[in-house]
């Protein structure tokens, strides 16, 4: 919310993915993960996560089976991801925000 809230003050137009209705596909997080380290990305503090099998979250040990984890249950994304001129970022902070957008 405080993301989106920034970009609307900005006047920065945006397209809002809500993951829980339409999770991203394969592709999509694969090519975050090549600019994010997998560790950035999943959430392993929330509560979808900790209601995981032990499997499941050894699953995501790997970058296929972290997708593949991603794609099941969103919610273990962390959000908000923002990609923007190639960039992708992760999380929300006003001095972060602002210096992708000088660029």
Known sequence: KKARQWLDEQGIDY????FKKT???????????QQLPLERLLNKRGTTWRKL???QQTQAATPAGAIELMMANPSVIKRPVLSWN???V????EAMYADLFQK
């Open 86 to 88: 190639g960039r992708v």
């Open 90 to 93: 992760v999380g929300f902070s």
């Open 23 to 33: 999770p991203p596909e394969a592709e999509t997080i694969a090519n975050w993960l």
């Open 53 to 55: 099998t032990p499997e």
């Open 15 to 18: 397209r809002f993915n809500d």
